[in-house]
């Protein structure tokens, strides 16, 4: 029986905002080296032996993130990517790939469960631990990996150690002073959210502690429908699924749940904090990135993306800086930037949902500037690709090509722009945007109109699927 990697990579790591964005969430964003974690979680696993390509379960609106993800890693691999129409938590996640699997009469292979944002600094060790959960689960045993603390910590759960492999119990994420004692009495484990089981063990135990989210996502898959590498689970099936997390579902009620101790180097930097912890640092103990520049500073996380950081006098402190917000705080309350981003929620703003560059299939645009009635925008579509042919209501669109070629339709006119070119689209006029040359295109779009939301699109003809109903 071969090792089925599922890797989790929805999710959008709200701790680790101004960075992480609801529509580029930290698992696409390179935090502790050159790849990014969905990319070194992908490259983890098939270092494996026996192990098949993995399986890797997004949201709808991530599905192109992930794809070019794979590319940017330039590793050959028949990878699918499973499509999540609607967020409903780990179960529902878990439970629909594994009958996924089941459906392709793979009910027998071990699932290997693995959250895309974690990070693991010794890899021998977890290829051990791996072994180790494979063969209990083709006992027919579900098994999560239990993290050796090195430190007492309220930001994870905790297993309660049994005798030989057994669970005691789960535990909640404590307080100080009760992770101290979980710490001191060497009898507890961190929950990694990591996972071992076969396919049919899964399905089968979450048919007695969970049927419902077993009949939603078993009818999900069975209405589902494959596109490419893509694999989309069935929207309504899946509306009417349960939400809840799998150590709730099952995790806190199976009687075969097994744990396999581990002393991976682990985190699932869940916080600016873990990232501090994590990263390597200078000789006063800062972590910086970027454009920074430090006068007595100790024990910081100083982050730059797009402008110069200088900072005097800080300790244990946390600067980040993206180019429409900067974050400010002690670094022992980076648990609270959550509280931040629900309040960007509430006031309805949308630096939680997107930063100022927003990814596309075919490239990506940047606001320059907003204002009540117009706004601009720098345009980037990759070589070979095209925007959907499509038409506004409330816009006007000029457009003015800085570098490479444009190809734009333009109502019943096809026209060719170089450097310095331009060209004006009215409201109601049908057109498209094309890269046909081999470098990227860049343009500026000055947009003018009573309305200029991104959902003033209508869409006719699209490669990536994208076409309005």
């Not at 075969?256 to 930097?269: E, F, M, R, T």
């Not at 730059?304 to 900067?326: F, I, K, N, Y």
């Amino acid at each position: 029986m071969a090792i089925q990697p599922i890797i989790l990579a929805g999710g959008t790591g709200s701790r680790l905002w101004p960075l992480s964005r609801e529509l580029y969430p930290k698992q696409v964003i390179s935090l502790t080296g050159e790849r990014s974690l969905l990319q070194t979680t992908i490259h983890r696993v098939v270092q494996l032996e026996n192990t098949l390509p993995p399986l890797i379960v997004v949201g709808e609106d991530h599905r192109f993130l992930a794809k070019s993800q794979l590319e940017d890693l330039g590793i050959p691999l028949d990878v699918r990517i499973l499509l999540e129409p609607h967020g409903k938590n780990t179960a529902p996640a878990i439970c629909g790939a594994a009958a996924y699997v089941s459906s392709q009469g793979r009910g027998g292979d071990v699932l290997l469960v693995l959250p895309a944002d974690h990070l693991i600094l010794k890899p021998k060790e977890f290829e051990v631990a791996v072994r180790e959960a494979a063969e209990l689960a083709r006992q027919g045993r579900i098994v999560t990996f239990g993290i050796v603390p090195d430190h007492p910590e309220t930001g994870y759960g905790y297993i309660a150690k049994g005798e030989g492999y057994a669970v005691a119990s789960f535990v909640e994420k404590p307080d100080l002073a009760t992770a101290e004692q979980y710490y001191a009495s060497g009898g507890y484990l961190w929950n990694s959210g990591m996972f071992a089981f076969t396919a049919d063990t899964l399905l089968s135990e979450m048919q007695i502690h969970a049927p419902d989210i077993v009949a939603a996502m078993t009818e999900s898959i069975a209405a589902g429908q494959g596109d490419g590498l893509f694999f989309r689970f069935g929207d309504t099936a899946m509306a009417a699924c349960p939400s809840d997390s799998i150590d709730y579902a099952l995790m806190e009620k199976t009687k075969l749940a097994a744990v396999v101790q581990a002393d991976l180097g682990w985190s699932d930097i869940g916080s600016w904090r873990a990232l501090w912890e994590v990263s390597v640092k200078d000789e006063l103990g800062n972590v910086v990135h970027g454009d920074v520049l430090l006068e007595d500073v100790q024990d910081s996380l100083i982050r730059s993306e797009h402008t110069l950081v200088a900072a005097v006098g800080l300790d244990s402190t946390m600067v980040v800086e993206t180019a429409d917000a900067v974050l400010v705080a002690p670094l022992d309350r980076s648990q609270d930037v959550k509280k931040i981003v629900d309040k960007l929620k509430y006031n309805k703003r949308g630096e939680y949902h997107v930063h100022r560059t927003v990814f596309r299939p075919w490239g990506s645009y940047t606001t320059l500037e907003i204002q009540e009635r117009f706004q601009i925008k720098r345009i980037t579509v990759n070589p070979g690709a095209s925007l959907s042919l499509q038409m506004h209501h409330h816009r006007h669109e000029h457009w003015v090509v800085v570098t490479g070629t444009a190809k734009v339709q333009r109502g019943e006119q096809t026209i060719l722009l170089k450097e310095d070119e331009s060209t004006y689209i009215p409201s109601c006029t049908v057109h498209r945007l094309e890269n046909p040359g081999v470098i990227p295109l860049e343009l500026i779009e000055v947009q003018i109109g009573s309305y200029l939301g991104e959902d003033d699109i209508v869409r006719f003809d699209d490669e990536y699927g994208r076409v309005s109903k």
